[in-house]
């Protein structure tokens, strides 16, 4: 398996929103998607997320919030100021 570049992901992402699904939508499928994943593997308990600050950090809050319930921390790799709104 080979790793997708930042620069394939951004055409991926490009074509997803082309064919009707927004940039908006795929961060909300994903982030529920990791947080699905954490709730089949522990039942209760503290989770710590790493964020950094581009779409994959999205994805990570997107995380955090459907994880309520559990004692949840997010890390935040970069300058709170320089997120992407």
Known sequence: MQAITSSRMAAIDANCEYLGIKRLQLMENAGAAVARAV????????VVIIAGKGNNGGDAFVAARHL???DV????LGRKKRLNP
């Open 39 to 46: 709730k089949e593997r522990i039942i209760t308990g503290k």
């Open 68 to 70: 309520s319930g559990y």
């Open 73 to 76: 921390r997010v890390i935040l």
